[in-house]
């Protein structure tokens, strides 16, 4: 089974708008208010690709209400642990440029975080994979993820961890399965700028060196690199006009996982990984196995360093 873990949730309130003007009254030409989340993302994407998961985190109030039950209508398991304040909205607003407005997290009592470890390690098979996407609520400490992942591996299961900065930095000694900064994050980690894919490739290795064991850096509309222990490898994404770019890089986190669980191909599953990226930042919503199939003969994986196989 593939669990995904959102411990900070959203509602995703997508709006369109010819502009912005600050200090006036603007417009909604589109909306949608839909679930959203890393962990949630990747269960939706995964589920469009005919692959079951679990969805698991916490969720809080009214808010909290309609993530569960918009994942429960659209036939994803789920597990979530309640606790008493609202799950936050996040405002998506997109005027030609996508600018994000996320909310404030709900406070996670220790109880609740107890309960979520056991719920999760209950069940948990040597087969099984964890996904941990998103921001910490900002009561749980920067180890929490790195305790997880240890906690996971403990059963023989292995963590996919989709974050960034101090947690992202504090769980790598816990030799996660796969981590994907954007080359932005990788960059902040690293304390560099990173403008092409032989730099994401170096600055990847560093975190493969500090305990990660697959490293995925997503360089938006540039292509992506991969790399392990054995090899570095980059892939080009199609051609394609960007419609929304977010849940882009959870697409990628899903397609190489549905990919990775059914053929065990590292490198391809990077590569169907960054053309569901793709798929999905061409579309509204999230990309369909129909949408990679159509964009898979674009993309070329190609090795920087060491050899396949
Ligand atoms: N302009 C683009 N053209 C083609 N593909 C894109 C473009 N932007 C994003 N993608 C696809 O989406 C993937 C993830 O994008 P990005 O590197 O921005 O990650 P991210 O910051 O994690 O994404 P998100 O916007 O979901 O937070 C890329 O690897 C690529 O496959
Ligand atoms: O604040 P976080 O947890 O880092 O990111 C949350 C979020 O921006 O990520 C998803 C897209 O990747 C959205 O559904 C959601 O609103």
């Given at each position: 089974?593939?669990?995904?873990?959102t411990?900070?949730?959203?509602?995703?309130?997508?709006?369109?708008?010819?502009?912005?003007?600050?200090?006036?009254?603007n417009?909604?030409?589109?909306?949608?208010?839909?679930?959203?989340?890393?962990?949630?993302?990747?269960?939706?994407?995964?589920?469009?690709?005919?692959?079951d998961?679990?969805?698991?985190?916490f969720v809080?109030?009214?808010?909290?209400?309609?993530?569960e039950?918009?994942?429960?209508?659209?036939?994803?398991?789920?597990?979530?642990?309640?606790?008493?304040?609202?799950?936050?909205?996040?405002?998506?607003?997109?005027?030609?440029?996508?600018?994000?407005?996320?909310?404030?997290?709900?406070?996670?009592?220790?109880?609740?975080?107890?309960?979520?470890?056991?719920?999760?390690?209950?069940?948990?098979?040597?087969?099984d994979?964890?996904?941990?996407?998103?921001?910490?609520?900002?009561?749980?400490r920067?180890?929490?993820?790195?305790?997880?992942?240890?906690?996971?591996?403990?059963?023989?299961?292995?963590?996919?961890?989709?974050?960034?900065?101090?947690?992202?930095?504090?769980?790598?000694?816990?030799?996660?399965?796969?981590i994907?900064?954007?080359?932005?994050?990788?960059?902040?980690?690293?304390?560099?700028?990173?403008?092409?894919?032989?730099?994401?490739?170096?600055?990847?290795?560093?975190?493969?060196n500090?305990?990660?064991?697959?490293?995925?850096?997503?360089?938006?509309?540039?292509?992506?690199?991969?790399?392990?222990?054995?090899?570095?490898?980059?892939?080009n994404?199609?051609?394609?006009?960007?419609?929304?770019s977010?849940?882009?890089?959870?697409?990628?986190?899903?397609?190489?996982?549905?990919?990775?669980?059914?053929?065990?191909?590292?490198?391809e599953?990077?590569?169907?990984?960054?053309?569901?990226?793709?798929?999905?930042?061409?579309?509204?919503?999230?990309?369909?196995?129909?949408?990679?199939?159509r964009?898979?003969?674009?993309?070329?994986?190609?090795?920087?360093e060491g050899?396949?196989?």
């Amino acid at each position: 089974m593939i669990y995904t873990v959102t411990l900070n949730p959203s509602i995703d309130y997508f709006v369109k708008t010819d502009g912005l003007k600050e200090g006036e009254i603007n417009l909604v030409n589109e909306q949608s208010i839909v679930a959203g989340g890393k962990g949630i993302n990747v269960s939706k994407v995964l589920k469009n690709l005919g692959v079951d998961s679990v969805a698991t985190g916490f969720v809080g109030g009214f808010t909290g209400d309609f993530v569960e039950s918009s994942l429960q209508k659209a036939d994803i398991g789920t597990r979530f642990i309640r606790v008493e304040e609202n799950t936050r909205i996040n405002i998506k607003l997109n005027t030609g440029k996508e600018t994000e407005i996320n909310g404030i997290s709900p406070s996670i009592p220790v109880s609740a975080l107890e309960q979520l470890e056991d719920n999760l390690l209950a069940n948990l098979e040597s087969t099984d994979f964890v996904v941990l996407a998103g921001s910490l609520p900002s009561s749980l400490r920067n180890e929490f993820y790195g305790q997880l992942i240890s906690s996971i591996r403990q059963k023989g299961a292995q963590a996919i961890l989709d974050s960034k900065g101090k947690p992202l930095q504090e769980a790598l000694a816990h030799h996660p399965f796969l981590i994907k900064p954007n080359h932005h994050e990788l960059g902040d980690l690293v304390g560099a700028s990173i403008k092409d894919p032989r730099e994401a490739a170096a600055y990847g290795r560093r975190l493969v060196n500090e305990g990660a064991q697959h490293v995925l850096v997503s360089m938006a509309g540039d292509g992506a690199v991969f790399v392990s222990k054995e090899l570095a490898a980059f892939a080009n994404v199609p051609s394609g006009t960007l419609e929304n770019s977010v849940g882009a890089g959870d697409s990628v986190v899903a397609g190489f996982l549905a990919h990775f669980t059914k053929n065990g191909n590292v490198l391809e599953a990077f590569k169907y990984g960054v053309t569901a990226g793709s798929a999905s930042a061409f579309s509204k919503g999230f990309c369909t196995a129909k949408d990679i199939d159509r964009y898979l003969p674009e993309v070329t994986v190609n090795l920087i360093e060491g050899e396949e196989g």
